[in-house]
Antibody
Framework: QAQLVQSGAEVKKPGASVKVSCKASGYIFTGHYLHWVRQAPGQGLEWMGWIDPHSGGTKYAQKFQGRVTMTRDTSSSTAYMELSRLTSDDTAVYYC??????????????WGQGTLVTVSS | EIVLTQSPATLSLSPGERATLSCRASQSVSNFLAWYQQKPGQAPSLLIYDASKRATGIPARFSGSGSGTDFTLTISSLEPEDFAVYYCQQRSNWPPDVTFGQGTRLEIK
């Protein structure tokens, strides 16, 4: 079955960048968009954007424009999310999620296990 | 941006009781709404999509209803494993961005 496995936890200093990976298996990587969603400690879910693994096309939430870059490597079925100019407000668990094949195709299933990014001086 | 408002923020019930969770959109999203369940330390998991369809493997005690701006997730008889946080999510045709509600915490009374 489809599965997404993310890279491990990161600790970064303010002003640095972080790059999180999301390795897909069990399905055709280029056949489904991947989205990134983050969750600050004790908070709700915040959508960051998507990447089309087939074309490499992307769309970012306005809040993250200019600071986030989503890429992919089709040879390894891996997507990446890089966030720059980190501040303490970026401390969160970052999830990748595949667009579901169910219904209108606007939903997320499955999700990666999450990657905790901690920004601290 | 379409804003989703969930109520109540916290719902305290006992196993066997019926749970009713609400999600209201700031403008019509047609039936383009989903519900997710999130347990502590886990990623969210899809429960309901297209407002009323159960995802694969989801028990029949979970049901979704609504269209336009008002949506409801109902759990007919709570099991111990149902106590979690529930989020609604929309992705309408325009604007095409994704938004989530702020979540409803379902806790054991």
């Amino acid at each position: 079955q489809a599965q997404l496995v993310q890279s491990g936890a990161e600790v970064k200093k303010p002003g640095a960048s972080v790059k999180v990976s999301c390795k897909a298996s069990g399905y055709i990587f280029t056949g489904h968009y991947l989205h990134w969603v983050r969750q600050a400690p004790g908070q709700g879910l915040e959508w960051m954007g998507w990447i089309d693994p087939h074309s490499g096309g992307t769309k970012y939430a306005q809040k993250f424009q200019g600071r986030v870059t989503m890429t992919r490597d089709t040879s390894s079925s891996t997507a990446y999310m890089e966030l720059s100019r980190l501040t303490s407000d970026d401390t969160a668990v970052y999830y990748c999620a595949r667009v579901s094949t169910a219904g209108s195709g606007r939903w997320f299933d499955p999700w990666g296990q999450g990657t905790l990014v901690t920004v601290s001086s | 941006e379409i804003v989703l408002t969930q109520s109540p923020a916290t719902l305290s019930l006992s196993p066997g009781e019926r749970a009713t969770l609400s999600c209201r959109a700031s403008q019509s999203v047609s039936n383009f709404l989903a519900w997710y369940q999130q347990k502590p330390g886990q990623a969210p998991s899809l429960l309901i999509y297209d407002a009323s369809k159960r995802a694969t493997g989801i028990p029949a005690r979970f049901s979704g209803s609504g269209s336009g701006t008002d949506f409801t997730l109902t759990i007919s008889s709570l099991e111990p494993e149902d106590f979690a946080v529930y989020y609604c999510q929309q992705r309408s045709n325009w604007p095409p961005d994704v938004t989530f509600g702020q979540g409803t915490r379902l806790e054991i009374k």
